[in-house]
């Protein structure tokens, strides 16, 4: 064990000082989505899938940085990353939809002025809802209509229609 040190020793301490690094910036990126999230009022469940995306994206940037720190070659990396790229660009060009509710979701939780609760109406031609926001998840919205239905709506056409508030929390005023 003391010869790898020995052998490794800066890359050892380069290792530790990104992992140091990369859990710092990570808590601040989850400490700062949780405090947009309690104050913009939305779900502790929405800014914790905020943060796993958050920190997927810093392991994936902490891979790239290991990768040079282990001494890697810059070509090397330039193949490796281009052909992952490659596949992953095809991938998503077939789940493109997904990709774009998960998108949206992001978007939502960081300017989406409705929460739930309230009553919105959406101005959709071929099927207008009206109805109060149950949940806000990565993928839909989970709407109630008033004669108890519920219905999913994918984020991304959330964000395409327009939508009109008609009650700010409707969930608390029927309880009362």
């Known amino acids: 064990m003391y010869t790898f040190y020995k052998t490794y020793q800066t890359e050892v301490i380069y290792t530790a000082v990104l992992l140091i690094i990369?859990?710092?910036i990570r808590a601040i990126i989850v400490i700062a989505?949780?405090?947009i999230?309690?104050?913009?009022?939305?779900?502790?469940?929405r800014a914790?899938?905020?943060g796993r995306y958050a920190t997927v994206t810093i392991l994936l940037v902490g891979f790239l940085i290991e990768s040079f720190i282990l001494g890697a070659d810059f070509g090397d990396i330039a193949v490796v990353f281009s052909s992952v790229f490659a596949v992953i660009g095809i991938a998503l060009f077939a789940i493109w939809s997904i990709l774009s509710n998960v998108t949206s979701g992001v978007i939502m939780f960081f300017s989406f002025p409705y929460k739930v609760g309230d009553k919105i109406k959406i101005h959709d031609k071929d099927y207008p809802i009206e109805a109060i926001i149950e949940d806000i998840r990565a993928?839909?919205?989970i709407l109630r209509e008033d004669n108890g239905d519920l219905v999913t709506y994918p984020n991304n056409l959330i964000l395409q229609k327009a939508v009109t508030l008609i009650q700010k929390d409707a969930l608390d005023d029927s309880s009362i």
């Open 22 to 24: 990369l859990l710092s």
């Open 33 to 35: 989505v949780k405090r």
């Open 37 to 45: 999230g309690k104050r913009s009022g939305t779900t502790e469940v």
């Open 48 to 50: 914790n899938l905020i």
């Open 139 to 141: 993928f839909q919205l």
